[in-house]
Every structure is written in C-alpha cells, then in structure tokens.
C-alpha cells in the first residue's frame, strides 16, 4: 500500500493523478489551500478504493507554517512513498510586465515556494533513505518566451534545483521526479485560446507520471511529443528565436 | 467562445463559465442576476439544447461522493461521465441501470435528457434509476428532488433539458453484473415487417436494437439486423475490451453521397450471413460502437449534421413506420446508421421522450433542401401521435414543440412558480417558444 503525500492535491493534473493511486488502495494525504474542493476530492478518493486520505489546509506562500504541517502528514502516512508537488498559478504575464510586485507574486508561488517545501521535505525524505520526489515543473521552464517568461523563469528555477536536488538525493535512494507538462487542459489554462490538438487532457499526464514514478525516471516530458518539440526549441539559435513571437 | 453541439450544428459564440464547486456555481448566479444561463455537460446532445450566449460548463463538478456497497447507490457530481462511473465500479460488479449510445455523456447530461438505452422496453429511462438529485435553482437554493421530495420539479427536471437550474449532483442506483461481457445475438429480418415481428418475440431480452437500412425501397423497406443481448453469467470485470472492435468502425470517411451510404448500408447488412449469429463481446463495443472513433462528427463535413429521431406509438405501428421509412428511402437523404428501437412504457415526467412504440434515429447532413424534408416528417410523426426527441433537435418549430409536448404548460407553469423562466434557458427553449 503506497503512501502518498500530495501539495497542491486540488489541482486537475494531481486530482488526476491521486485517482489513479486510490485505484491502486495507495494511503493518501492531500495539502490545498480550499478546503470546499479539498473535501470533494477526498470522498472522490475513497469512493474509489483509497484505503485512507487525510487532509491539510496550507497556502504554500506561508512558509512559516510548511515544516509543521509536513510534520503532521509525516506522523499521520508513517513516511512518504511518493510526493508529488503541483500547486502553481499561470499569472498574467502583461501584468507581471507592469507591476514589479506582481512578478515577483509568480516567483513566489512557483518558485520560493517550491523550493522551500522542497528543502524541508529532502532533509525528511534523506533520513528515510527512500522514496520519490515529484515535482510538476513545466516546458515553459526550458526557454523563456515572450508570452510567459515570468513564470518560465519560476519553473526553470525549480528545474534546476530539483537537478540537483537529484544528484544529492541519488546516493540515499530517493528518487527526484521532474515533471514537464505540454499544455493541459486544467482550470489553469481555462479561457485561453490554445488550439484543441494540442490540449492533453490530465487524465493523460496523470498516468505519464504514474509510469514515470515506477520506472524511476528522473524527467518526464508529458505528453511525449514535447519532448521532441522542447529539443528543436532549446536549439534554436537565439538571432531566430527572439524573432519569433512564442 | 465557439461552441456547438455533437452535430457542429449550430454554432454560437458564447461565454463560457466553468465553476469548480456548488458554491462558485451560486456566485455566477448571483453575479448573473437573472440573466440566462445554460447548462452544459460534456455537449453530446446534437443539437442547441446546450447552446445558449452564457454556458455554464459542469465540468469541473466531477467528483464521486459516496457509494454504498450495499443498495449499489451512486451519489455523484453531476460531471461525472458514464464512462468514468463505468470504469469504476465495473471492476467492482456494478453496472450503470441505464446507458445511452455513449458513454461520454454527463450524469447530468444524461438527466436533463432523460436518456434510454438498449434496455428501454424493460428497464425504462435513466431518471427510473435516479434516488434523489440536487438542483440549484438560485445565489440561494439547492433543492433536494425525488419523487416523493418536491416531486414536480423532479419530474420536470427530469428530461427538463436543463431548463429548471442545475443539477449539481444526484444519487443512482446501479445494477450488479458478474461480467463485463455481453452474450450478443444478431437476427437478420429481410424487411420492415419482420424486424417489428422480431422485436415483438424478443422482448424479454435485457438489450435489444436494430439497425435498419433507410435506403432500400420495395420489398427491401426497412430490411435489418436485430442485436440483442444480456451479460454474460461467467466471471470477468475487466474494463477494456480484449480484442475484436465491431463495426461500423469501417465507415468511409470520404463524402457522404447516395451511393457510398448505399453501399456501406448493403455491406453492413451483408455482413452476417446467417439469420442469426451469436458472439460474445465486451461491453464497450456493444453498448458504444461509435466511442472508439475519436470525433466521428466530423465525419459529416464543415456544416455540420443533425440527428432526426422520432417514435410513434405501437398502435400506429407497422403503417407508420412504413410511411415514414417510404419518406425517407424517396428522399434518398438517409444516414449511415439508422437506428431502430421498441420502446417500454412511457414514465412521469414532462418533457421525456420516450413512449411506447417505435423509435427511429438516423442522420443527415445539413444542406439547405434537408429542412423541407424534415418538417414533412414532423408533420407525418404528429399526425400518427408521435413525438421527435429534444436532446436531437436543432430545428423544430414552437408549433411542432407543442404538439409534441402537450404538457409543455404544465412545465411553463412549474418554472414559472419557481422564479426559473428566463434563468434557465438556451437556444432551443427560446426557438421552441418557453422563452
Ligand atoms: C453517439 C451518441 C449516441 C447517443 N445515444 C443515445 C441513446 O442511445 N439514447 C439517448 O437517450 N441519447 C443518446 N444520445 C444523446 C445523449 O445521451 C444526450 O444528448 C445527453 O444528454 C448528452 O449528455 P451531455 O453530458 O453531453 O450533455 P450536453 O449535451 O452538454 O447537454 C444536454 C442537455 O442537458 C442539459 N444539462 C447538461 N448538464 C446539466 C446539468 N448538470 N444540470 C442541468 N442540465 C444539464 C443541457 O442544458 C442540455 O439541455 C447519444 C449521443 C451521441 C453523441
Ligand atoms: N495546465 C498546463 O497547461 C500546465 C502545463 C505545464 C505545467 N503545469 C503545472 O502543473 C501544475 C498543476 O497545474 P494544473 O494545470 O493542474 O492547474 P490547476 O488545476 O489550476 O492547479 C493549480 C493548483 O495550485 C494551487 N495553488 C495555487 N496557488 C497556491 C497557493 N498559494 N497555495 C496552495 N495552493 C495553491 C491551486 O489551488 P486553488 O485552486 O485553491 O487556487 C490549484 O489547486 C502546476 O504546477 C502548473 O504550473 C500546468
């Protein structure tokens, strides 16, 4: 019976994914800031054969509060199989453009944040010498683009820390899962106007990521294509990129 | 945003609104302050019963809330798809009590519908299964429905195609299975006469359709083949299907014309030799044969198509099926697949389809000389006491609707008293004159 913890559980691409674990009977605890959609999606859970799911209130930009609430999911699953960070805002980025405060909002929550629930979870997950670490990043943190660089630069942070995060965390046996979605079809992306091709649906990269944990890949680009597609991209010389307005 | 029903007919531009909870859903309505909204589920109606300037998207609203092991009571978000009820609780030995021709429709979907499957003439509709639903009607009210709680706005919500608020969530009850496979019988019946006599003996099969060939004339009229069915005693919950996909997967994708359709409706009928064959198949190609065939609505070209179903009573009977099929097969406008179904027993509520008699459902591509044909079998469908089902339509008129729906008062009447004329509405409530 797996033991999963999961931050920013209320999130389409996690929702998807805790799913597909309580089918599994995995044991899970859920951390979200909403409390209404968090509930929800625990009797979901165990409607669905989860053998327990707990939960926990936490806005991921209250730091103070990130060790103690880690402490209680950690007391309450025994210790951690798997965990998987997802919680992330796609802000406006003509905004973070004219409002210093709101750029540095983004980095906040898809960085500082990140960063630090992922120092405290490594030095828990180092003593118990085993485990996973998954963490949704994002294709956008492989090149910054016009459209959305603020929040490409926030995922390309938390790219590189868990790259070497990974590193430190391979000699005690935890696995550090990068995870990079193409663009989802989630609450997030809502009301853009992306073209429906290329939309995968969570269900898809919730099972990406499944099969990514158990093979103990260290990044995932999901769905697949991207991973081709992100190739030609970080290769384009810089005169022709900066031209093209992505 | 562009948005159309199954048929890609017609299209509007619409404001979508997708709230992830019951609460956020009575926000919008506040904040709507009585402006029209309309409903949406996962948009396999075919037609502008989902259609409307404001859309508000369930989809979001896809949560399972309980379960009990014991009376096989399923209470759910009203996103909850079939498929995702399917694939949850077939490995568990239960089964939905009542499925359309797809599992892609919405819990909710498939309430405002009042949906029927295969099983019809014995099982009745989808709402005969539903407990009790959960409507939002206003910034402040969810009612509980059922029959015996505020059980005229049950009824009236029930097939209401979305017209009395929102159904946010609702409790079936599914049926135990042992397996999620079907022993499948097929029957040929040369013409019209022999699939309805063919019905008549296998009514006390659980699953039963036809397909019919709307094409051939004379002694030919209405030759088709009759699958019926039941699930297998032996023991095997897998929810994908092994092997073995059955038609129509082999349908040309290139322009629809007279000949190709007659030409794959002789190969489709052709395709058994035998009078009767028996197979054994999985439920995913028994109950939703088209489901495997990823956006087969574009099949019918850049202006969309419309499904046209009707039923007659069973006391018109062979006389009007055969006027009407002689309609159709002259026009030579028939579809690929046209469907053909004995219904049960009609049940309470308002606007629901379904009556005892024949069903027919077959598509057409739009183009312009399809309306006149249309309207011609409404007329025929009224004059034999006959209905033409909303969840398909695109195009009837207010007069049709009316006669169609003789109670339609008594449902002005339910909305009105409950302050949701107006609220609730979409493309086809103002076309079919409710709004
Ligand atoms: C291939 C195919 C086969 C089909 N076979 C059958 C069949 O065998 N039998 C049958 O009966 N039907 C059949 N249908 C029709 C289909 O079952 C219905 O149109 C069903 O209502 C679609 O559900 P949906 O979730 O897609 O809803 P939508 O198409 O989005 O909406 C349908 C109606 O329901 C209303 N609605 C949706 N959600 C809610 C809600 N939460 N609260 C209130 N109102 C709501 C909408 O306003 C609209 O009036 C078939 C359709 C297809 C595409
Ligand atoms: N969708 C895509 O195309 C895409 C592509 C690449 C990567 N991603 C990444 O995938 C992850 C999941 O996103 P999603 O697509 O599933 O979108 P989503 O459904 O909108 O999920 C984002 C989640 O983050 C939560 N969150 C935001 N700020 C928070 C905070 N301060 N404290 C706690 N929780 C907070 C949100 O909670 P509330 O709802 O309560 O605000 C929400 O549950 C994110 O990291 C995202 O960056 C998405």
Redo the contacts between chains.
């Keep these: 019976m797996q033991k999963i913890l999961i931050i920013g559980a209320t999130s389409?691409i996690a929702e998807a994914t805790a799913r597909l674990y309580a089918?599994e009977g995995a044991k899970l605890y859920l951390i979200a800031r909403n409390d209404?959609?968090l509930q929800?999606?625990a009797?979901?859970l165990k409607?669905?054969g989860a053998s327990s799911v707990e939960t926990a209130l936490l806005d991921v930009n209250d730091i103070a509060a990130h060790q103690g609430v880690l402490d209680r999911a950690c007391a309450s699953l025994g210790s951690f199989d798997i965990v998987l960070l997802a919680h992330g805002t796609l802000g406006d980025q003509k905004r973070c453009e004219e409002e210093v405060d709101a750029a540095l909002q983004e980095l906040q929550t898809n960085a500082v944040s990140t960063i630090a629930l992922l120092t405290t979870l490594a030095n828990m997950m180092e003593k118990q010498s085993s485990g996973t670490i998954a963490v949704i990043s994002s294709v956008a943190g492989d090149r910054g683009r016009p459209s959305n660089y603020v929040y490409g630069t926030a995922k390309a942070a938390v790219t590189t820390f868990c790259e070497g995060l990974r590193a430190r965390m391979h000699k005690h046996g935890v696995q550090v899962l990068t995870i990079k979605p193409g663009m989802v079809d989630t609450?997030m992306t809502?009301?853009m106007d992306l073209p429906k091709l290329l939309l995968a649906r969570p269900e898809m990269i919730a099972a990406d990521i499944i099969k990514a944990v158990r093979k103990k890949k260290d990044t995932l680009y999901t769905p697949l294509p991207w991973k081709f597609v992100m190739a030609g991209i970080i290769h384009l010389p810089e005169r022709i990129f900066k031209q093209l307005n992505l | 945003?562009k948005m159309h029903g199954w048929g890609r007919y017609p299209e509007v531009d619409a404001e979508?609104f997708?709230p992830?909870?019951k609460?956020e859903v009575q926000e919008l309505l506040g904040r709507l302050q009585g402006q029209g909204v309309t409903p949406r589920g996962l948009g396999r109606s075919y037609g502008d019963s989902s259609l409307g300037d404001r859309m508000l998207s369930t989809r979001?609203m896809n949560?399972?809330?309980?379960?009990d092991p014991e009376s096989g009571v399923?209470y759910a978000?009203a996103a909850v798809s079939l498929q995702e009820i399917l694939q949850?609780f077939v490995p568990k030995g239960w089964f939905l009590p009542v499925t359309p021709g797809t599992q892609f429709v919405t819990v909710g979907g498939a309430i405002a519908s009042d949906v029927h499957g295969k099983n019809h003439h014995v099982a009745g509709c989808f709402c005969d299964h539903v407990e009790y639903l959960d409507l939002i009607t206003g910034p402040d009210t969810i009612l509980r429905c059922s029959p015996v709680e505020n059980p005229e706005l049950f009824h009236a919500t029930c097939g209401g195609m979305g017209l009395t608020g929102i159904v946010y969530a609702a409790a079936i009850r599914l049926k135990p299975v042992t397996s999620a496979y079907i022993d499948q019988t097929t029957h040929k019946a040369s013409n019209l006469r022999e699939i309805l006599e063919l019905f008549a003996v296998h009514e006390a099969e659980p699953y039963s359709v036809a397909w019919i060939d709307c094409i051939s004339t004379g002694s030919s009229l209405g030759r088709s083949l009759l699958m019926t069915g039941d699930h297998t005693r032996q023991e095997k919950l897998t929810v994908k299907a092994g092997s073995g996909l059955s038609l129509p997967v082999d349908m040309p994708s290139a322009l629809l014309n007279r000949h190709t359709i007659r030409a794959f409706n002789t190969l489709y009928y052709h395709r058994i030799r035998e009078r009767v064959v028996r197979s054994h198949t999985h439920y995913g190609p028994f109950f939703y044969p088209l489901d495997s065939i990823g956006d087969w609505n574009r099949m019918y070209g850049g202006n969309g198509f419309t499904q046209y179903q009707f039923v007659v009573p069973k006391a018109a009977g062979y006389p009007a099926m055969k006027a009407i099929l002689e309609t159709i097969a002259g026009s030579g406008k028939g579809s690929f697949l046209a469907v053909l179904k004995a219904f049960g027993k009609q049940n309470r509520n308002l606007l629901s389809f379904p009556m005892e008699g024949y069903t027919l459902a077959l598509d057409f591509k739009i183009e312009p000389e399809l309306f006149p044909l249309l309207d011609r079998l409404d007329s025929m469908v009224l004059d034999y006491g006959g209905r033409i089902y909303l969840t398909k339509d695109a195009r009837m008129s207010e007069a049709t609707f009316r006669r169609c729906y003789p109670v339609w008062e008594q449902f002005q009447a339910i909305r009105e008293a409950n302050g949701l004329k107006g609220r609730f509405t979409s493309l086809q409530s103002k076309r079919t004159g409710l709004d």
């Design positions: 389409a089918a209404e959609r929800l999606l009797g979901d409607v669905r609450p809502e009301g | 945003m979508v997708t992830q909870t609460r979001w949560h399972l809330l309980s379960f399923l978000e949850t």
